[in-house]
């Protein structure tokens, strides 16, 4: 019932997005979108649980994929706070390893559920938890060195313009 719920107040905001024609390609509308398709794929799987299968774990892994990506994108919306200026120099840099970063997080994920007769899905498990926990483990301090900045840059105060004598 709450993911449920939230998927009612995200898709709220989504059509608020529509209603008031703001830009669709803003980091507004990518995190909730990403918001949605995870917390939508979530209340699916607890409706309806998924067999044990390869396809099954894909289903149950794939929304970590999500998270990861929503993680990235309120990474990059710091990163353009604090450094608004040089964004459109370093926005390219940012999509880039945004892409690599998803994809690599996909591709791992496919390969580990594709060992999975050869391994076992307990080996397939770990591996997934091992990559998904690096991936958020670098995002997270990406996330913490922008909060600093953004905190640094936006609530210290600024010295008075003292003249000289």
Known sequence: ALYLGLVAVVVFQISK???????????????????FLWLSFRAALFLFPAAPTSLGYFLEWLPTTFQIA???LFTMFFAYLVDRAGWQARKRVWKAAAVAIVTLTICITTASLLSIPHIGV????????????????????????????????????????????
């Not at 024609?21 to 990403?34: P, T, V, W």
């Not at 953004?150 to 003249?163: E, G, H, I, K, Q």
């Open 122 to 165: 307990d080996a397939a498990f770990r591996i997934h938890l091992a990559t998904t926990g690096l991936s958020f483990l670098a995002i997270a301090l990406l996330l913490i060195y922008y909060s600093y900045r953004l905190y640094d840059s936006t609530f210290l105060p600024v010295a008075p313009n003292v003249p000289s004598p």
């Open 17 to 35: 997005i529509f209603y008031y024609r703001h830009k669709l390609s803003s980091f507004q509308s990518g995190i909730l979108l990403l918001t």
């Open 70 to 72: 929503t993680f990235l």
